[in-house]
């Protein structure tokens, strides 16, 4: 009797094993994926998926650089997906496991770093601008200048992210958003520094609530997330400014160190099969660049102007780029910026 039970004490971890479901580690942007498609990956391939979230590709970059380890797949935005690629940060993609590549949109691979997709794979494709309450901001000018009014002060957010917040300002100076002249971001510094004075302070997570709830009434921010805010209040508008702005591909990429990478292939091909992809764009309002997925989504979102953009629009506007060692000098303005009173 007794060998028998400590044979069963052996078997107990063994059978424990052989049950456990891998772990597919994430991290993403918060509320920037259907709660169905994790749900269904999971049943799919027998695993579980855990999230983790940043507000900003600075903030992601600078805890993959302190030690953080174990994630499988990453969500940057393409110019610091060059980054990450440049400093041996991440997996070459095996593109025979993703054959849903053959969907992705050529005419959306020029917003992206990598449009031979070595490294990375669009998710989606959006812009940053203007959100703000139409029934109390009756003042609007679709320009950056508006953060600039004083009646709205403490009831505006500017984005957490040094590249959108400068961007913003050297757009409404009538600069290049990738600027690296010294004056022209010192130009720029003293802008934010101005708009800071305004503003109840630099958000990028919550300030979609916000503007729901009319904490605040006019924010810079993700079109997808400012679409969202309009499908929960219906005074909320997007605009982009006439002076241009930022068009971004927030691109999938797997970390050199993934402990799962095939399981990491199968979820980014899984995300870019076309029914998937079409409701991924229905839920974040963000366009996933998945030519198969066009026809399949609802006409009200096949029609938004402010998910499929107008040529015209495109053309005042710009991909954020890597700018290597020259990225230092934003971080000095940004610093400067946070420290100012």
Not at 85 to 114: C, S, V, W
């Amino acid at each position: 009797m007794k060998k028998w039970w400590v044979f069963a004490l052996c078997l107990v971890p063994l059978f424990g094993w052989a049950d456990e479901k891998k772990v597919l580690h994430l991290y993403n942007w918060a509320d920037y994926m259907k709660p169905e498609l994790i749900q269904a990956f999971e049943e799919q391939f027998n695993c579980r998926i855990m999230q983790d979230y940043f507000d900003s590709n600075e903030a992601m970059y600078a805890k993959l650089k302190a030690g953080a380890t174990g994630y499988d797949v990453i969500f940057p935005s393409s110019y610091m997906v060059n980054v990450m690629k440049e400093q041996g940060m991440l997996m070459p993609l095996d593109h025979d496991k993703i054959p849903n590549l053959r969907f992705i949109d050529p005419a959306y691979l020029k917003f992206t770093m990598d449009p031979v997709m070595d490294y990375g794979v669009p998710y989606m494709v959006g812009s940053t601008g203007i959100g703000y309450d139409g029934s109390r901001v009756e003042d609007f000018e679709p320009s950056w200048k508006m953060f600039n009014n004083e009646a709205y002060a403490g009831r505006m957010t500017l984005l957490n992210d040094m590249r959108e917040a400068i961007g913003a300002a050297l757009k409404l100076l009538g600069y290049s958003i990738n600027s690296t002249d010294e004056a022209e971001l010192a130009q720029a510094r003293d802008v934010v520094i101005g708009w800071k004075r305004n503003i109840a302070k630099f958000e990028s997570e919550q300030y979609k609530n916000g503007l729901v709830s009319a904490e605040f009434l006019l924010v810079q921010g993700y079109s997808g997330d400012i679409l969202q805010a309009m499908d929960e209040n219906e005074d909320v508008v997007y605009a982009i400014p006439r002076e241009g702005t930022s068009l971004a591909s927030d691109d999938m990429v797997i970390p050199v160190d993934a402990r799962e990478p095939d399981l990491a292939h199968a979820f980014i091909n899984f995300l870019h099969e076309p029914q998937n992809a079409a409701d991924n764009t229905g839920y974040v309002y963000y366009l996933c660049p998945n030519k198969a997925s066009y026809d399949l989504l609802a006409e009200e979102i096949r029609n938004d102007p402010s998910i499929f953009l107008d040529p015209a629009v495109v053309e005042k506007c710009e991909v954020i780029l890597d700018l290597g060692e020259e990225n230092a000098k934003y971080i000095k303005v940004w610093d400067e910026i946070r420290a100012a009173e």
